[in-house]
Nanobody
Framework: QVQLVESGGGLVQPGGSLRLACAASGRASSINYMGWYRQAQGKQRESVALITNGGNTNYADSVKGRFTISWDNAKNTVYLQMNSLKPEDTAAYFC?????????WGKGTLVTVTS
């Protein structure tokens, strides 16, 4: 089992920055990749960024150049640095991990971008 806890969400003005964190516990050493997803109100959940345990990354086109995903193996924590935030980035952000042929999810953290 892997447990995921997100933190770092909040209210920010357009153009601002936030850093989300996802702390993994349990059998975290078995995680193959982790990612961030988001779900805006009334919309489907979408992938934002992924990172493998080898450090390979992938981003949604909508966040390329603005968001950066990173993985601190020592802390079993994945971060999502979000810069130049836009109102359309407003959503609940969820952490995801794939380990032992299973997918795990955190409960999410809310990001609101508004003036």
């Amino acid at each position: 089992q892997v447990q995921l806890v997100e933190s770092g969400g909040g209210l920010v003005q357009p153009g601002g920055s936030l850093r989300l964190a996802c702390a993994a516990s349990g059998r975290a050493s078995s995680i193959n990749y982790m990612g961030w997803y988001r779900q805006a109100q009334g919309k489907q959940r979408e992938s934002v960024a992924l990172i493998t345990n080898g450090g390979n990354t992938n981003y949604a086109d909508s966040v390329k150049g603005r968001f950066t995903i990173s993985w601190d193996n020592a802390k079993n924590t994945v971060y999502l640095q979000m810069n130049s935030l836009k109102p359309e980035d407003t959503a609940a952000y969820f952490c995801n991990a794939f380990a032992h042929m299973m997918t795990y999810w955190g409960k999410g953290t809310l990001v609101t971008v508004t003036s």
